[in-house]
């Protein structure tokens, strides 16, 4: 059965740097989702992208954060300048009807 | 706004007793509602969706509309239903964006 696949498992970074989350959604699934879940908190909704673009984006999600499907198959998540409470599990999901999970990034900013 | 609220952090039971997780909700419009399911070190997954009124594993749910409420019921727990369960809601006029709730820890005791 077809999965969605996320890299890395766990990232370190120190605050201030860069990070990109990587996602590679089931084939044909047309809609692309990010969450994050803190930890010891629920599971929040970041954004979501369809046609190539942003359909719904959070409060959570601002101009620190940037998606983007490069080349048809990745869905990736950048943070640009890492804050220490942005260290959560980041969820990536896809779906046509149904959304599927991946198995989550845990990012840890120091 | 929408809001999923499960009252319950944790649920201790004995297996082959009956589990109720609790799960209200408050969104204006007609609400898709979902359970989820994370295993222990595994990925969240859909239990089941209230538009397919389907039992899955044993579990079922009903949309109560005057209540507000979607709890998911088993009859008899079973040691692999321990598990972390999520109620989720999707708005009508979202692109699929799932509210999920605080979550509630299933454990179930032999």
């Known amino acids: 059965e077809p999965e969605v696949t996320q890299t890395p498992s766990h990232q370190v970074t120190q605050m201030g740097q860069e990070v990109i989350l990587r996602c590679v959604p089931i084939?044909?699934?047309?809609?692309f989702y990010w969450y994050r879940q803190i930890l010891g908190q629920k599971v929040e909704f970041l954004v979501s992208?369809?046609?190539?673009?942003?359909?719904?984006k959070s409060e959570i999600f601002d101009d620190q954060f940037s998606v983007e499907r490069p080349d048809g198959s990745n869905f990736t998540l950048k943070i640009r300048s890492t804050k220490l409470e942005d260290s959560a599990m980041y969820f990536c999901?896809?779906?046509?009807?149904?959304?599927?999970f991946g198995p989550g990034t845990r990012l840890l900013v120091l | 706004a929408q809001r999923v609220t499960q009252p319950e952090k944790l649920l201790s039971v004995f297996k082959g007793a009956p589990v109720e997780l609790k799960c209200n909700y408050s969104?204006?419009?007609?609400?898709?509602l979902f359970w989820y399911v994370q295993y222990s070190r595994q990925r969240l997954q859909l239990l089941l969706r209230?538009?397919s009124r389907e039992s899955i594993k044993g579990f079922t749910a009903d949309l109560n509309k005057g209540e507000t409420s979607f709890h998911l019921k088993k009859p008899f727990a079973q040691e692999e239903d321990s598990a972390m369960y999520y109620c989720?809601?999707?708005?009508?006029?979202?692109?699929?964006?799932?509210?999920f709730g605080a979550g509630t820890q299933v454990v179930v005791t032999p």
């Open positions: 999901a896809s779906s046509y009807e149904t959304q599927y």
């Open positions: 084939s044909n699934h047309l809609y």
């Open positions: 992208f369809y046609n190539n673009e942003i359909s719904e």
């Open positions: 969104y204006s419009g007609s609400p898709e």
């Open positions: 209230h538009i």
């Open positions: 989720a809601l999707s708005a009508t006029d979202s692109w699929g964006k799932l509210q």
